[in-house]
């Protein structure tokens, strides 16, 4: 079944112990791409990567570290967490046509509930 | 300014009505726009994407796009419960950026 999995689906942490949420695909996507989601903000892109060793900054980045070393998988890293970084967090992944190009259809994960104290 | 706009709703029609979604964006975002439906406690699901001005039909959703005014905008007719949800209006900037809208809520009563 083509899907994208994370872990933990909830987590509660303590502001300062670093964390990571993994993601993974079995689509062989070359695109991926993290967002958090607060009420009243919609889905906000933390990161993005276009394939492997190539990762790019989106809307909301500060705080958070991504690396791309396998196609399927995108970790999400928190090295400092902090209690505004308490959201629910989707990866996504997405087919690209071109290496430059994002067109297709983004298929999310079941989400990640993160909350820092 | 937001990239990508929407009235957050709730957005309240009867069964079988047409339902009308509403999104704005700005220069920014010019490229693609996608229909996310998200329900309560659910990761989003791609309902239509648009890339050239006018209408997009699929079954019962109908999206339209209109460059000029920079709107975009999802019909649903003949509204059934189960399409109760959230609409997220996302579009893309340089081919690899997403940006996405506030979202609006959509309730059809039975």
């Known amino acids: 079944e083509a899907q994208v999995t994370q872990n933990p689906r909830y987590l509660i942490t303590v502001t300062g112990k670093k964390l990571t949420v993994t993601c993974s695909q079995n689509?062989?996507?070359?695109?991926m791409s993290w967002y958090r989601q607060d009420p009243g903000l919609g889905l906000r892109q933390i990161y993005y990567s276009m394939n492997v060793e190539v990762t790019d900054k989106g809307d909301v980045p500060e705080g958070y570290k991504v690396s791309r070393k396998e196609k399927r998988n995108f970790p999400l890293i928190l090295e400092s967490p902090s209690p505004n970084q308490t959201s629910l967090y989707f990866c996504?992944?997405?087919?690209?046509?071109?290496?430059?190009?994002?067109?297709?259809?983004?298929?999310f994960g079941p989400g990640t509930r993160l909350t820092v104290t | 300014q937001k990239e990508v706009e929407q009235n957050s709703g709730p957005l309240s029609v009867p069964e079988g009505a047409i339902a009308s979604l509403n999104c704005t964006y700005s220069d920014r975002v010019s490229q693609s726009f996608f229909w996310y439906r998200q329900y309560s406690g659910k990761s989003p699901e791609l309902i239509m994407s648009?890339?050239?001005?006018g209408d997009k039909e699929d079954g019962r959703f109908t999206a339209q796009l209109n460059k000029a005014s920079q709107y975009v905008s999802l019909l649903i007719r003949d509204s059934q419960p189960s399409d109760s949800a959230t609409y997220l209006c996302?579009?893309?900037?340089?081919?690899?950026?997403?940006?996405f809208g506030s979202g609006t809520k959509l309730n059809v009563k039975p």
């Open positions: 996504a992944s997405s087919e690209s046509r071109d290496t430059f190009v994002v067109m297709d259809e983004q298929y």
């Open positions: 648009i890339y050239s001005n």
């Open positions: 996302a579009g893309l900037y340089n081919f690899n950026k997403f940006y």
């Open positions: 689509m062989n996507h070359e695109y």
